[in-house]
């Protein structure tokens, strides 16, 4: 279990998602016949995409225009990643066509994205659904815990790797 926590811990260092949004995400990919590990990937793979968008690669850039989503703040400053992910959510919801619907989730999501259309379709409030439901079934970890977690590790981690090099010196 301290290694879920650690991966949280660093997935949400990497994208910038909050740890309840990853948890709940998870949750909604387990409900939906997905894996932790896709939902993980889908995160990042949205992150990177995100990314790509705000560096003014067309091909994100319209997709994000196209589903009404700003990447940017009024004052040029970079969104926060949950709020581009729920606006992302809304945009879906909003397009008529589904074909259309399952190439976006697989451009922004990567292959999980198809898996995960019962979390990203349905809007914001679905997710933020999920969210609750992680809290009120005592499944969510605190950020707070989730980073002590994730030191633990890495203390572990190098402790590890020192009994490793002593070994390997004295062989």
Known sequence: SFDYLDVIGKLATQTGATTDLIQAF??????????IE???KAIQK???????????????????KELDVE???ADGSTRNFDDVLLDTADGLQNLESSFRRNSILTQLFGRAGQNLSAILVNGSEEIQKFIDRNKSLGLAIEMDSIKKVEKFNDRVSRIGFSFRALRDSIT
């Open 26 to 35: 998870q949750l909604g990919a387990l409900e939906s016949g997905s894996s």
């Open 38 to 40: 896709q939902a993980n």
């Open 46 to 64: 949205f992150s990177k995409q995100v990314g790509e968008a705000q560096g003014g690669l067309a091909t994100y850039k319209d997709i994000f």
């Open 71 to 73: 990447i940017l703040n």
